[in-house]
Nanobody
Framework: QVQLVESGGGLVQPGGSLRLSCAIS????????IAWFRQAPGKEREGVSC????????YYADSVKGRFTISKDNAKKTVYLQMNSLKPEDTAVYYC???????????????????WGQGTQVTVSS
């Protein structure tokens, strides 16, 4: 059974940092991409970042470029999202997702992904 488990969320002041983790288990085939999405109350789900395992390409939403970094630890089957210079507008539930098929042109669309975690809350507030 495929499982994605996020952790690392919490309350942080503006300008602070958090590192989210997504532990992946149960895959019998190699997944082709791992992404982070977020959803704030009353807003649509937004693609934040993606890591393509086929070529190591990374993708970021314009709103987080230069502040967030996605990385992957193959040995631990874990993907990280390092979030720096956090802003109140980054407040959301963050989800990781994976897919066996991947198209980098549409990495930000939730429908591309087959498996999702349960989410972890990130709150940026003073």
């Amino acid at each position: 059974q495929v499982q994605l488990v996020e952790s690392g969320g919490g309350l942080v002041q503006p300008g602070g940092s958090l590192r989210l983790s997504c532990a992946i288990s149960g895959f019998t085939l190699d997944f082709s991409a791992i992404a982070w999405f977020r959803q704030a109350p009353g807003k649509e789900r937004e693609g934040v970042s993606c890591f393509s395992t086929s070529d190591g390409s990374t993708y970021y939403a314009d709103s987080v470029k230069g502040r967030f970094t996605i990385s992957k630890d193959n040995a631990k089957k874990t993907v990280y999202l390092q979030m720096n210079s956090l802003k109140p507008e980054d407040t959301a539930v963050y989800y990781c997702a994976t897919t066996l098929g991947f198209d980098g042109d549409i990495w930000y669309l939730g429908r591309v992904y087959d498996y999702w975690g349960q989410g972890t809350q990130v709150t940026v507030s003073s």
